[in-house]
């Protein structure tokens, strides 16, 4: 898990242009949103395009569901190991 929780890291910083961070910069257990990472909705719309590109996943059209996967690295690494199951 710790390898696709790394994964996730870079998808992150590469595909919402975040050079001026390291996948060691961000937290696996934190936020991504607010007072973590502080990302944004578009943000989130990115991410997601990318995840659904990268992993094959698909996201749900619940925006309550949806929020708990982007939570932090770790709830999209348990999403995209679930689908990939």
Do not use: C
């Amino acid at each position: 898990m710790q390898s696709l929780e790394l994964e996730i890291k870079q998808l992150i910083i590469s595909s919402l242009s975040l050079e001026d961070l390291a996948p060691d910069d961000i937290a696996t257990h934190a936020p991504l949103f607010g007072e973590g990472l502080g990302l944004d909705s578009i943000d989130a719309l990115e991410l997601g395009l990318a995840l659904q590109k990268r992993y094959g996943i698909t996201l749900s059209a619940d925006a309550q569901e949806t929020r708990q996967h982007f939570a932090s690295v770790q709830a999209l690494a348990n999403l995209v190991s679930m689908q990939r199951a």
